[in-house]
């Protein structure tokens, strides 16, 4: 029941044991909401197997993916890192733009277009990674390309 | 044939204390939010990524786009616990 939130839930437990010495250690990843779902499509573009790879572990461990899937969940943390890392020190203008701009609209990608164009354009020309949204028909344009957005509070073109 | 002015004393306290309210609210509103827009409409997903900005930037509405956790990030995650009914 993994969309359940727990009801009467003023008891939090706080387990500060840290991980075992004989489990490798990875760093978490430390990026707040908003520049991570900036750099969502992104990471997405250049983690897709190691993210797939997790989530195959996972549903193939038995409910115990947990324990037996951390080599492959190190490796989904290293390379969203990396991703992050790599915008960061190659478009970190327009990635603040972008998230600054989601994190004041509610966090919908629909608000901030031209942002999201600029940090798209840098992020190709510089780290290669495209925006791509999965599923999305071969014969109509991608959301994200249209310039008219008409649900956004400015419809009109957008760059 | 003037309006005393006792009869525009209500007038006013009932325009200010609808001005009291209303400021009391829009602060409360700003500083809560740091000074950007609120969020509306929040889904669990929602709320729970504000409670993950909480325990990095120290803030519900605080962000931060480097990778570097703070120190302790990795064992200050929360277990919700509730008690069994049965």
């Not at chain 1, 499509?41 to 947990?66: P, Q, T, V």
């Not at chain 2, 400021?23 to 990524?49: C, H």
Request: charged content about 25%.
């Amino acid at each position: 029941m993994s969309h359940r939130q727990a009801q009467f839930n003023q008891h939090v437990l706080v387990d500060t044991t840290p991980m075992p010495d004989h489990i490798p250690k990875v760093e978490e990843i430390g990026t707040t909401s908003a520049p991570l779902m900036s750099a969502a499509y992104f990471i997405g573009d250049r983690c897709k197997a190691f993210n797939d790879d997790y989530m195959k572990c996972k549903a193939e461990a038995n409910g115990r993916g947990e324990l037996e899937c951390l080599k492959e969940g190190r490796k989904v943390t290293r390379c969203a890192a990396s991703v992050i890392k790599d915008i960061n020190t190659n478009c970190l203008k327009q990635f603040n733009a972008h998230w600054e701009c989601l994190e004041n609209n509610n966090h919908h990608l629909f608000e901030c277009r031209k942002a999201e164009m600029d940090l798209n354009q840098c992020v190709f020309d510089k780290l290669g990674l495209k925006k791509t949204i999965p599923d999305t028909p071969e014969n109509v344009v991608p959301v994200h390309l249209r310039a008219k957005q008409l649900y956004s509070r400015f419809p009109g073109p957008q760059w | 044939m003037g309006v005393p002015f006792e009869a525009l004393i209500p007038y006013g306290i009932i325009v200010a204390m609808f001005g009291v309210t209303g400021i009391g609210l829009s602060a409360t509103k700003y500083l809560g939010n740091e000074g950007k827009a609120a969020r509306w409409n929040r889904d669990t997903w929602d709320k729970v990524m504000m409670e993950r900005d909480l325990r990095i930037t120290g803030t519900l509405r605080g962000q931060y786009g480097g990778v570097e956790a703070p120190k302790g990030f990795e064992v200050s995650n929360p277990w919700k616990v509730e008690k069994r009914i049965f």
